[in-house]
RNA sequence: UCCUCAGUAGCUCAGUUGGUUAGAGCAUCUGACUGUUAAUCAGAGGGUCGUAGGUUCGAGUCCUACCUGAGGAGCCA
């Protein structure tokens, strides 16, 4: 295996001279008369190194098996490079070809590809500028997510996958069963025997873990999830996905406001950490993808998130000139279009709208003294739309008993949610930020089936 | 799930009001070239025009259904 040292981000800052090996994969090969190019790349930065072969130094059977795709290594010096392009290359001594790559069937070339193809390769797309981009970039902003926790003394909780609770109504869930399907187990009334399946209970994928998260918060003060999450939704857009990964944070000791500042400090961090350590894989998106990513990572660090509440929203929404496809009044969700004229046409920058009406909000949110609102707030972003939903939690027993038996949910099904709020209940607050929602807007990449690295969607799980 | 658009060579696309033998660039193969970097130059091979029906003397082109993909909407992160 490659060790610290030995990659070739690394070979890169090493004097000119240095005896080094280099591995990866070929890009591409260019032959003239005499001598040869390959660009390598072992994933560990996104320029490739040159290396450079000349002729009779490599026996030709050898040199016919270096095609794009293959797996090579190569020994040699550390060159200044004479040609213009590269600081430095690799005046290649010795190949060796670990796995070579038919040319003629191989379907990752060197240009021309969309992202839909490169989507049906999805086993070879890491390969790709793009796709190492991307994925060195996920990389960087999961990283800081976790250090930014950790440097405000958060603790990660590992809240689970499977989940018996139908949490927060969050959208439709994934069943997990071993029940035999071709013949279930039945009741009296002939419904289905639950009591018969692994976990003697109807069993989903998560859509949350903030319930659980809750409790931990209620004991270690401050904590934070991140990992996957399901959500069985026949969602086919741009922005969706059946798995995806999710943080959240949640804090004992703290209101709307705090929470609010903490996602927006958050954002900030993530930004100023990609900036910091990927600004080689930052030009490349702004230079391919969208030439205002760099323009508009640098305008979110240096400006302050405009902060709204719902019933302003809506008084904006309604002044404004223009017809809306679906009519604004109190007490409506906002919809997308509204949601774009709003970050993207009125303040041109990160909105933080807070204080919904109670009925378009979960059961848990913390009801406002004036008895319409909750303490909810929503992150939308300029081409995104919403990168984070939050709220301040009901941390007043008998109002929140009183809100899930409103709703029509099963008070039995909370037990151990309400029994938060008979021991040692206290103010707290949280958030969720959807990961792939981030590295889009940190990528300009338009899709999210092309930021995580195998996209699960609806008639789609491939690979 | 609903609406709209698209599907032609390995990839990216052109293909006129329906009319002879299906077009280009890139990729691949062969050859040329001593510093290329989207290398260049010359030549060659490569097609069930998404699938199944239908209309017509004749369909890549028109009609129907289905499949796949994309964009928009809803749901949301």
Redesign the pocket.
Known sequence: MLQPGEYIKDIFQMPVGTSVTARGWVK?K??????S?I?LNDGSVFTDL?V?IDADVVPEETMQLV??GSCISVEGDL?E??????AV?L?GKSVEVHGSAD??TY?L?????????L?EIAHLRPRSNTFGAVFRLRHAASYAIHKFFQERGFIWVHTPVITASDAEG???MFGVTTLDLMNLPRTEDRGIDWTKDFFGKQAYLTV?GQLEGETFAEALSNIYTFGP?F?A??????????E?W?VEPEMAFCDLDDDRHLAEDFLKYIIAYVVDTRMDDLEFFNNRIDNTVLETLEHVANSDFEHITYTETIEILEKANRGW??PVKWGV?L???H??YITEEVFKKPVVVTDYPKE?KAFYMRMNDDGKTVRAM?VLLPRI?????GSQREERHDVLVEKIESMGLPLEAYWWYLELRKYGSVPHAGF???L??MIMYLTGM????DVIPFPR????AEF
Do not use: C, W, Y
């Not at 260019?30 to 001598?35: A, F, L, P, V």
């Not at 338009?446 to 089936?449: E, F, L």
């Open positions: 591409t260019r032959d003239s008369k005499g001598i190019f660009q040159q450079v095609t794009t060159v490079s004479p040609a213009k392009g590269q290359e005046k040319p003629a379907p070339q060197k240009k021309g590809a969309s992202m839909e193809f989507r969050a959208g439709a949350s999450t959500r939704e026949n969602s086919n857009t741009p922005r969706h996905l059946a995806f999710m496809e679906f969700d919809q997308s279009e949601e774009r378009i929503d739309g919403e990168i984070i939903g969720g930020l959807g792939e929602r338009k899709n999210i089936r969607t609806p008639g789609n």
